[in-house]
């Protein structure tokens, strides 16, 4: 029986994701799964090291690692017009990313997603590595000039008198006409054709399940969301477990490699072309 390590944050949408797998709702055949749980930007060291059959991973990342994983066709984290979002302590200025030039802020990890898109917004930004659980208390706190926010934080920052900045999805989408792709799933390519496209299966599965029994999959999420309250975790959810989530579809594929290429272009990333699990 192959034991298969599969890894992703400890967030509410990647819990609501994993709900069935980790229930045991799915028929998995002879393939045990063993959960971990970790921050993105540890996820991504630890693939970028091999170590994980199954992780979630930053796109950012996934352009230093695509020789050894390939993209699952599920389970995708896109921000369709909204995304990481960038807040401060005040007024939002008319021109956001030129007035971000030379500020400090407090970004969730250097191969994230969010720092991608932060240095393609604006690439003459300083840039200070905070847990991301920590960033809308450092900028309250004035220990950084703006808080780069993923998971919870996009919905809680106001209540913290913090004010919305630039929302980077919403940037992407006004200049692309595509969903900014933030997360995805990937598989370890030693595993073999056979199990990479079981363990496919099992993921679409365990995300159609979530999505068919909401209620129970959202309960499961709540032990995830950080003292959000149930209303708000499910319109975190809610934006990143959808359809994009079953399946990238054309414009999902092509949101992904218009990313690659763009920081690939900018000198930030590497020039790699995306690679995804078929069949």
């Not at 540890?42 to 230093?64: K, M, P, Q």
């Not at 990890?109 to 969010?114: F, K, L, P, S």
């Amino acid at each position: 029986m192959p034991t298969i390590r599969v890894a992703h944050s400890p967030d509410s949408d990647d819990a609501f994701m994993f709900y069935a797998l980790a229930e045991g709702k799915v028929d998995t055949g002879d393939r045990a799964y063993v959960h971990e749980l970790a921050d993105i930007e540890s996820l991504n060291r630890r693939a970028l090291a091999g170590e994980l059959e199954v992780t979630a991973v930053s796109f950012h990342a996934y352009a230093y690692l695509h020789d050894r994983y390939a993209l699952l066709p599920h389970g995708a984290s896109m921000g369709d017009g909204y995304g990481p979002r960038l807040v401060s302590r005040e007024a939002v200025p008319k021109d956001p990313s030129a007035a971000l030039a030379g500020r400090l802020v407090a970004i969730p990890g250097e191969r994230t997603t969010a720092a991608l898109a932060l240095k393609l917004f604006q690439p003459r930004v300083r840039t200070a590595v905070v847990p991301f659980d920590q960033i809308e208390e450092a900028v309250a706190a004035g220990r950084a000039d703006i808080g780069l926010l993923i998971h919870e934080g996009q919905l809680t920052y106001a209540d913290r008198g913090l004010m919305l900045w630039q929302d980077l999805g919403a940037w992407w989408k006004d200049r692309t006409q595509l969903p900014l792709p933030l997360g995805g799933n990937v598989v370890r390519l030693d595993l073999g054709e056979d199990l990479v496209r079981a363990i496919s299966r099992d993921l679409r599965e365990s995300i159609r399940y979530g999505l068919a029994h909401r209620p129970a999959a959202l309960a499961h999420a709540q032990r995830y969301a950080r003292g959000l309250a149930p209303e708000r975790t499910d319109t975190f959810v809610g934006m990143y477990v959808n359809d994009w989530t079953v399946d990238y579809g054309p414009a999902g594929r092509r949101a992904v490699q218009l990313l690659l290429e763009e920081g690939a272009d900018a000198g930030l990333i590497p020039h790699v072309r995306a690679r995804f699990v078929e069949g």
